[in-house]
């Protein structure tokens, strides 16, 4: 069952991140348009989050923002390449956008299509090759596979 007070009261506290995120988008380079506003305070609320743009879309949805999938997309990766979100690919179907950018790696618990930050310094790569000529490597994602164990 939904709780409609907590879903009115993230509204509410959205709504009020609307300066805070206009100011980021400016920051990154990005004109703060209402859908950019709308969508950004859902997702930058100060907590890190994993989210696909189905997710998104549907959490916009029940904030009562008019937005449609197509442009949820458009704008996840928008803030991607504005540095705003890191697109952490799980398959080839599937992504999500990450609002914690620094340097770490994930579990994918695939019972839950969920995925959990590991810590940077939890896992180490060694013998990356070299880069073609004129490239760069910026960064490395490492996804774990995870599952529930069966019970015994």
Known sequence: MMDYRAVRNSDTQ???????????????????????????????DGQDRHVTAEMLHEQAIRASVPVSLATVYNTLHQFTHAGLLREVAVDGAKSYFDTNTSDHHHFYVEDENRLIDIEGGSIAVSGLPEAPQGMEITH?????????????
């Open 14 to 44: 959205a709504h009020a991140r609307r300066p805070e995120v206009a100011a980021l988008l400016r920051s990154a380079g990005l004109r703060p348009t209402r859908q950019r506003l709308s969508l950004g305070a859902l997702l930058f």
């Open 140 to 152: 490395i994602d490492v996804v774990v596979r995870v599952k529930q164990a069966p019970k015994r």
